[in-house]
Nanobody
Framework: QVHLAESGGGLVQAGGSMRLSCAASGNIFVIDAMGWYRQVPGKQRELVASVASGGTTTYADSVKGRFTVSRDNAKNTVDLQMNRLVPEDTAVYYC?????????WGQGTQVTVSS
């Protein structure tokens, strides 16, 4: 079994910064990718940023240039540094891990950006 523990989140003013962290534990030997998704009520969960096993990063267009995803393979962690936040970034953010084609999710952490 795989467990994802998220930390960070909360309330921040527009233009501010916030960092989310996620640590994976459990039956982990090979991780294909780790990253972050977000979801707002009534909408589908969407990719924010991810890091593949080879180090390739993928970002949603809406966060390019503002967010930075980083992964520590030795510690099985993935962080999301969010800068220049805007109210549209308000969502529940979920840590995601893909292993052998299976997806695992964290419990989610609320990020609220006030205008």
């Amino acid at each position: 079994q795989v467990h994802l523990a998220e930390s960070g989140g909360g309330l921040v003013q527009a233009g501010g910064s916030m960092r989310l962290s996620c640590a994976a534990s459990g039956n982990i030997f090979v991780i294909d990718a780790m990253g972050w998704y977000r979801q707002v009520p009534g909408k589908q969960r969407e990719l924010v940023a991810s890091v593949a096993s080879g180090g390739t990063t993928t970002y949603a267009d809406s966060v390019k240039g503002r967010f930075t995803v980083s992964r520590d393979n030795a510690k099985n962690t993935v962080d999301l540094q969010m800068n220049r936040l805007v109210p549209e970034d308000t969502a529940v953010y979920y840590c995601n891990l893909i292993k052998w084609g299976l997806e695992y999710w964290g419990q989610g952490t609320q990020v609220t950006v006030s205008s």
